[in-house]
């Protein structure tokens, strides 16, 4: 793979990763180099995690994309009533499906971090929004240093096809909210693309249960000084179907959790080196 990694600066300054998304689309997963005080290539295993709510029409097209070297897929169904748990497993046997506790995309991405048991965990949407094509470039920029890899629609190689004018103007007010209050420099907030190494999940604690999830994750990677990169993504239509987020809802959803963030007594940890 010819793309390479750039993180300017540990967490409070948010890295970019550079490589080419071109190339990243026809490459294999990375399994060479390594990342910051991370496992050699020959330890690193890849768990993609893929919630769903009543997804039947979409996750076809999200599953028969996904690279062919994953370790594991991880489908974490919120009691769909449709057969979408039925269809997963028709077209990939080997998934292993995980019913979250209860409805909600924060506890289905807290009920997949447990049950992964690979070095790296991505994930991903499951409406056909994200581009499995993608992951390479989000394993690419963890074997190169980072501990969390971000997907970001609004830096420059990002873009979204999908978002409308209220979501952006919450995610763009927000976003500086969160870039005001926690020293970040974010350009995206809300984008469920992302991509951690398996040993930091302890440290985001995922205690939230709705579309708030990303902004909990983005605002403690921060505060614990973990190296966070953007990496440019392309977010397509939502292929089927209507999607569950409430911009309103949702948004007020967003903004509690930067506020009890912002007052919780959860310390901010020094920001350690980066090292080859």
Known sequence: MGANASIRDRSLVVGEYTGDPCEAATSPLVRGGGGHAGPGAAD?????????????????????????????????????????????????PSVRVVMAPRRGKGAAIAAGFAAARGTIIVMIDADGS????????F???????????????FMPGGRSADITLVRRLGNTALNRAVNGLF???????????????????????????????????????????LAVVEVPSFEHERLSGASKLSAWRDGRRVLRTIVRERFSTRGVQARPSLTA
């Open 139 to 153: 394993v690419a920029a963890l074997m190169a240093g980072a501990d969390f890899a971000k997907g970001s629609r």
């Open 183 to 225: 020293g970040t420099t974010y350009t995206d907030l809300c984008y469920g693309f992302n991509a951690i190494w398996a040993r930091h999940v302890a440290t985001l604690d995922v205690n939230c249960d709705g579309f708030e999830v990303e902004t909990l994750m983005n605002i403690r990677a921060a505060r614990a000084g």
């Open 44 to 92: 690193v295993r890849v768990s993609v995690v893929v919630p769903t709510l009543d997804e039947a029409d979409n996750i076809p097209h999200v599953l028969a994309r996904l690279p062919e070297d994953l370790d594991e897929v991880i489908l974490v169904d919120g009691h769909s009533v449709d057969d979408t748990v039925a269809i997963a497993i028709a077209i990939r």
């Open 130 to 137: 994200n581009d499995p094509a993608e992951i390479p470039l």
